[in-house]
Nanobody
Framework: QVQLVESGGGLVQPGGSLRLSCAAS????????MGWYRQAPGKKRELVAV???????NYADSVKGRFTISRDNAKNTVYLQMNSLKPEDTAVYYC???????????WGQGTQVTVSS
């Protein structure tokens, strides 16, 4: 199993930046991919960005060119650098890990990101 702990959310003005962190612990050697999802009030949870063990990454169209996902294997941590933030980026951001042969989902507790002037 895997435990995920997120940090780095907060309130930022439009055009500003934030960096989210997700620290993984447990049976991390069986993680296939890690990513970030977000859920705004009244909306479904959606994929923001994902990075696999080979370092390949994918992004939602709405964040391409603004967000960057990266990882530090030595710290077992995945980051989401968010630049040029917009009010529509406001949501609870969740860290996700795809684990094991069945690609089981593990989730962090979520961190609130609010973009407002």
């Amino acid at each position: 199993q895997v435990q995920l702990v997120e940090s780095g959310g907060g309130l930022v003005q439009p055009g500003g930046s934030l960096r989210l962190s997700c620290a993984a612990s447990g049976s991390i050697f069986r993680i296939n991919a890690m990513g970030w999802y977000r859920q705004a009030p009244g909306k479904k949870r959606e994929l923001v960005a994902v990075i696999n063990t080979g370092g390949g990454s994918n992004y939602a169209d709405s964040v391409k060119g603004r967000f960057t996902i990266s990882r530090d294997n030595a710290k077992n941590t995945v980051y989401l650098q968010m630049n040029s933030l917009k009010p529509e980026d406001t949501a609870v951001y969740y860290c996700n890990a795809k684990w094991g042969a069945l690609w089981r989902d593990y989730w962090g507790q979520g961190t609130q990101v609010t973009v407002s002037s």
